[in-house]
């Protein structure tokens, strides 16, 4: 924590701003000192505070370990504190336990465990003995006791907090462009600063005087007002996200989101309803459709008496797998549980389906790696899982339900098996799911959100590639896919337990046609990140599940379902959706890039007055003296932090332009030749040139000659003009920022209220700066003259035309047609 606070106050631009600071006092600026640290410390205070809450995910896992637990020591049932249970301990659980190790279960009746929190895997999972579960998991049904095999740092959570911890954060686009903007920034003070104080003393200043002029003029030019504005423009957007469903932790993801190149999404619940129901079941002696409300029971089904029974058989066995169910609310018919089970427990509702009260036997538990789970009750044996898996362990070949099995998949089914057999008493539980003969194949809908396939238009409008990262079926995602629009005829299919070689990998998922990476593991996950981060592109990850963490980590920006993701998910999410739509990443991502938009806006804007600003002080220099100095250094900060920080803040309040989703994220530059051109070559030397004659034309007026020393009241009114052109030349500039494209005028008026009122506030300080006399007499200027205020206005004016006929011409290049 100590770690991240001084983090804040060690990046290159807080480092270039206390060197600003110590400069300021070398050169006796007190003042000037004391602005520039207040904004280092507020800065910093307000990021570590963002930082602080999104970095709490290997936090939440430890606080997944139970505060104690019920152990039996010397024969005794006891109550310990959860870290003084040690390897050897025999833990009693009961349902509602949260387990507090790695555990291998000597007893265990009926017990069911969710380890989603783990494993990623929603269902219920049965445990017996000889068979291990795992800390943080907790126990929904039974009671079981186990041997303590693994504690602390050598259990399967601490691994996964380990790899949490290893994934790093990469640096976002921003940060590394801003790094960037500083070290050019500090380059040209330093450079402009030598320069000038080297003349100074070339011009017979005193040494001192000489190398303090240099620093005043090195710390005139240090953006102070440029980290505030990019702090509160990404609050702003962070804001804003907020009210459309996303809700950022880190701010500095408001602008990675714009800059995201490719989206890894799952798919139920985010491009899916996960509203599931059984709408076509599959039986050898026939099929059938359904079709009903929601949960609810009724339903009408279509299927000859016998597919019926079959169904009925089917379901039955599907409920005595699975513990999710439906319950009657006031609101209607709810799923209590994975929704997928309490889909199969509406089915059997609708098909009358009679469940056996016969003993149960023996429970085999679902695992990722086996893919189904199974049931002995009386003398039959039920089995329920992925259909690979299922028929892999019938007798027959089934080449009819291959066909059916891929005929559901094709038309976006997801599909589970169900099996059965005989108890045959001595055989080993793995021998009990072998010879099993075929009762159903159940297609389950889970319907796309009807506004997936138009934000997935805009993902491809915008140059943003989008791939489908599930664990489902292949046929089943491959269908959903090409259903959304995501998959086109052409596009990547991969097995996420055989996946390609990084280089391949990245390739397929480049495709223009879309991808679609199906039974993926959440390893996988973080190896596809890592993969395309390294070939260049900037990640969106999803995910809901504890073992999702490292992945949402390593990727550039970490999506958590706010819904249905874990707590851990979400504290290693850059990016929590509140409603779990797709859609809504989408829409962050236009508000991420208006936010860059809004930073070239402001950057713009902040640049123009630094040239501005150095004008006077390369003219003195230049002419030896002979002409005075027009503005100093406390006048600089002045229009730093005083007249320019509430328009540069409005700029970046600007509302995105229509076509901000049809440029391709790797076009985007915070600074380029065309921005550098039009802030540095035409309007900050048209406020230069439009500031210095102003400052000329009033002390000319006065009586002033070349060479001479003005009298010190004429060089205050004079210097007051020039410091007046300037802030309104910054005023028009302001309203010039809003559009690269289209002059000034052309926009309207009230399109953003901030900048009126900001431009306003500015006005009344420039008057008060120069009107009032103890701030007057600090700064060193005074009310200009008629003719000064003239001057002033007419610089204002200038810098509007000057824009105006930039913005013309490039138009005329950009439309001219080519050869």
């Not at 259909?387 to 089934?398: F, S, T, Y």
């Amino acid at each position: 924590m100590i770690g991240q606070l001084a983090g804040q106050f060690t990046h290159l631009l807080a480092v270039l701003l206390w060197v600003a600071a110590g400069l300021a006092l070398l050169a006796g600026q007190p003042p000037l000192a004391v602005a520039i640290v207040f904004i280092i410390v507020l800065n910093a205070v307000f990021a570590f505070a963002q930082e602080l809450r999104a970095d709490r995910s290997a936090e939440r896992l430890q606080r997944m370990l139970p505060v104690t637990a019920r152990v039996r020591r010397d024969g005794v049932p006891r109550r310990l504190p959860g870290e003084q249970v040690v390897r050897g301990d025999v833990v009693l659980l009961t349902s509602g336990d949260r387990v507090p190790a790695d555990l291998v279960l000597v007893t265990s009746p009926a017990l069911a465990v969710d380890e989603s929190m783990v494993t990623g895997e929603s269902a219920a999972v049965r445990r017996s003995s000889g068979e291990r579960v795992l800390a943080g998991t907790f126990v929904i049904q039974g009671e079981a006791e186990g041997t303590v095999a693994a504690t602390g740092a050598r259990t399967e959570i601490a691994a996964i907090a380990r790899m949490t911890r290893a994934a790093r954060r990469p640096p976002s686009p921003l940060h590394r462009q801003l790094g960037q903007v500083v070290r050019v920034v500090a380059i040209i003070a330093i450079i402009a600063g030598a320069a000038l104080g080297s003349g100074g003393l070339a011009m017979g200043l005193h040494p001192t005087q000489a190398f303090l002029f240099g620093v005043g003029v090195a710390v005139a030019l240090v953006p102070e007002g440029l980290l505030p504005t990019v702090t509160l423009s990404l609050a702003r957007g962070a804001s804003l996200m907020a009210r459309r469903n996303a809700l950022v932790r880190r701010l500095d993801a408001v602008e990675t989101l714009g800059a995201t190149t490719i989206i890894c999404t799952d798919k139920t619940g985010t491009l899916t309803q996960n509203r599931m129901a059984v709408v076509e079941v599959w039986t050898p002696v026939g099929a059938a459709r359904i079709s009903g409300e929601g949960y609810a029971p009724e339903a009408v089904v279509e299927a000859t008496p016998e597919v019926v029974e079959r169904m009925r058989t089917a379901a039955a066995a599907a409920r005595a797998c699975t513990s999710g169910r439906v319950l009657r609310t006031e609101a209607g018919w709810r799923p209590d549980g994975d929704p997928m089970e309490a889909a199969l427990d509406a089915w059997g509702h609708r098909v009358r389906a009679v469940d056996d009260d016969a003993p149960v036997r023996l429970r085999q538990p679902y695992t990722a790696d086996r893919l189904l789970s199974s049931v002995a009750v009386g003398d039959r044996v039920r089995v329920l899982g992925a259909p690979e898996a299922v028929l892999a362990r019938c007798r027959d070949p089934q080449v009819t339900a291959q066909r059916a099995l891929a005929a559901l998949t094709a038309r976006g089914r997801r599909v589970i098996a169900v099996a059965g057999g005989s108890w045959r008493p001595g055989a080993a539980p793995d021998e009990l799911e072998q010879d099993l003969d075929l009762i159903a194949l159940v297609g389950i809908e889970d319907p796309p959100r009807p506004d997936v396939g138009q934000a997935l238009k805009a993902c491809h409008e915008a140059g943003i590639r989008v791939a489908m990262v599930t664990g489902d079926h292949p046929g089943t995602a491959v269908a959903v896919a090409r259903e959304v629009g995501l998959l086109g005829e052409c596009g990547a299919v991969l097995d996420g337990a055989r996946l390609p070689p990084d280089e391949e990998l990245v390739a397929a998922l480049e495709s223009a046609d879309g991808a679609v990476v199906a039974r993926v593991s959440p390893a996988a996950k973080l190896q596809i990140a890592r993969a395309l981060r390294q070939h260049g592109h900037v990640v969106a990850m999803t995910g809901d599940g504890v073992n999702d963490a490292p992945a949402l980590r390593e990727a550039d920006v970490g999506v958590a379902m706010g819904l249905s993701g874990s707590d851990v998910a979400r504290e290693a999410a850059d990016l929590v959706l509140l409603d779990d739509h797709f859609a809504t990443i989408v829409a962050a991502i236009e508000l991420g890039r208006a936010t860059f938009v809004n930073v070239r806006r402001f950057l713009t804007y902040h640049l123009t007055d630094n040239v501005a600003e150095l004008a006077p002080f390369a003219v003195w220099a230049l002419s030896a003296g002979q002409i005075p100095l027009a503005i100093g250094v406390l006048q600089v900060l002045a229009l730093d932090i005083g007249t320019d920080l509430l328009p540069a803040l409005a700029l970046g309040a600007e509302a995105p332009s229509p076509r901000i989703m049809l440029r391709s994220p790797h076009q985007r530059r915070l600074i380029d030749p065309p921005l550098l051109l039009r802030s540095l070559g035409l309007l900050g030397l048209t406020e230069a040139l439009a500031a210095m004659t102003a400052f000329l034309v009033v002390l000319g007026r006065g009586g002033w000659s070349w060479g001479a020393i003005p009298d010190p009241a004429l060089l205050a009114t004079a210097s007051g003009t020039a410091f007046a052109t300037i802030v309104l030349a910054q005023m028009a500039n302001a309203f010039a920022c809003r559009s690269e494209s289209r002059p000034a005028w052309r926009l309207p008026l009230l399109g953003n209220r901030l900048l009126l009122m900001a431009v306003a506030v500015e006005l009344g300080l420039l008057l008060a700066f120069l009107a009032f006399p103890p701030a007057a007499a600090l700064l060193g200027g005074s009310l200009p003259p008629p003719l000064g205020w003239l001057a002033a206005l007419g610089g204002a004016l200038l810098v509007l035309l000057v824009d105006a006929t930039q913005k013309a011409v490039r138009r005329r290049v950009i439309d001219r047609p080519r050869p």
